[in-house]
């Protein structure tokens, strides 16, 4: 069972930067990817982004591609996102997500359904 907790969000500006951590333990070893989603107040729950837990790939909403980066840290099984250029519309609760099913197509890092455990999600809030 692997643990998630998710923390950084915060209430900044139009413009300005935040960056989000999740930390992972507890069966780690079975994660095969991870990802970020957001969900905004009334709208449904969307992804952010992805990335391999080994490996190079890295997946993004093409809303956020440019803007986010998403990046980890093995050796202490963190996941970061960060967000530049935030603006009013990236207001959400933000939430980390691991995957440990076996992993067969890049299709299903896109939804919340392809991933195994959630953290508990972090508030992000940008003002105009």
């Known amino acids: 069972q692997v643990q998630l907790v998710d923390f950084g969000g915060g209430l900044v500006q139009a413009g300005d930067s935040l960056r989000l951590t999740c930390t992972a333990s507890s069966g780690t070893f079975a994660i095969n990817h991870m990802g970020w989603f957001r969900q905004a107040p009334g709208k449904d729950r969307e992804f952010v982004a992805a990335?391999?837990?080994?490996?190079?790939?890295?997946y993004y909403a093409d809303s956020m591609r440019g803007r986010f980066t998403v990046s980890r840290d093995n050796a202490q099984n963190t996941l970061y996102l960060q967000m530049n250029s935030l603006k009013p519309e990236d207001t959400a609760v933000y939430y980390c997500?691991?995957?440990?099913?076996?992993?067969?197509?890049?299709?299903?890092?896109?939804?919340?359904?392809?991933?195994?455990?959630w953290g508990q999600g972090t508030q992000v809030t940008v003002s105009s």
């Open positions: 997500a691991a995957r440990t099913r076996v992993f067969s197509n890049s299709y299903y890092l896109l939804y919340d359904e392809g991933y195994d455990y």
């Open positions: 990335i391999a837990w080994t490996g190079p790939n890295t």
